[in-house]
């Protein structure tokens, strides 16, 4: 009796979805998140009568066969690709990214991560940083008597100081896109890598080639919808029943079975 594994397939696909859901449910406050999706594709098929086979000696054909499916299997868990409302939080270097793109970031071993989190800070040398810690790529540093910094759309960032009339351009923010975003391998703390699937990385100028453009004072929210994050959590849940239910009815027949007489 196939059912046992077929179910048992079934259960574990919805335990799977159930563990993506509570990590986007999790996520709901974490800026520049996007939910994730739990993608699944059926099993192979015992082919017990493959569909065109002949069956009589006049040359008819069966016209659909019989094919037994053997479960399901995970396919992917894709990223969600959606903008996040952005948030006023009034922070000189607190930046949003509306549209494409991410904010690259040196890593302490030097390789490169992006983000879209734009919560910066600034270091204890007037380093930009993200809140890890971690270097904006650029390099830009705000000099200790700063009044004030500004950041444009197009990644300008300025500093006024109070002996100046005209603010000093400090340095340029840039933002990298990729052919396919959904290939980034995510490693924490809102960063992710460059990755086979990803293509290079392809840093230019906000606002140029289809990238976006960067909001100082906002920061973007998790795109987490709650109410569907909740509809697909009873969803796992009423699925993973129905699995459970099979495997005790497969039971129960195994053990009439083994009562025959």
């Known amino acids: 009796m196939k059912a046992l594994q077929i179910a048992a397939t079934g259960m574990a696909a919805q335990q799977m979805k159930v563990d993506v859901v509570s990590n986007n449910l999790a996520n709901m406050s974490t800026n520049g998140y996007n939910a994730r999706r739990a993608d699944f594709a059926d099993l192979h098929y015992q082919q017990m009568a493959r569909p065109g086979s002949v069956t009589a000696e006049d040359g008819s054909v069966l016209p659909t066969g019989v094919q037994i499916g053997l479960g399901v299997r995970p396919a992917s868990v894709s990223v969600v690709l959606a903008q996040g ?25 030097g390789s490169a991560a992006y983000t879209r989190d734009g919560a910066l800070k600034r270091s204890p040398d007037g380093l930009i940083v993200t809140a890890d810690g971690y270097a904006v790529a650029s390099g830009i540093t705000i000099p200790t008597d700063a009044r004030a910094v500004t950041i444009t759309g197009a990644g300008e960032v300025y500093a006024s100081f109070a002996d100046r009339v005209e603010p000093e351009l400090l340095g340029q923010l840039s933002l990298t896109g990729f052919a396919n975003e959904k290939g980034l391998e995510a490693i924490g703390s809102n960063l992710f890598v460059e990755s086979a699937a990803s293509g290079p990385a392809q840093p230019n100028t906000p606002g140029i080639d289809g990238l976006g453009t960067l909001r100082q004072g906002y920061l973007e929210e998790s795109s987490v919808d709650a109410v569907r994050e909740v509809t697909e959590l009873i969803k796992a849940q009423r699925g993973y029943e129905l699995n459970a239910k099979v495997i005790t009815a497969a039971d129960q027949m195994l053990s009439a079975t083994t009562q025959v007489r």
């Open 85 to 109: 409302t952005l948030s006023a939080t009034g922070g000189d270097l607190d930046v949003a990214i509306e549209g494409q793109g991410y904010l690259e970031v040196t890593m302490p071993s």
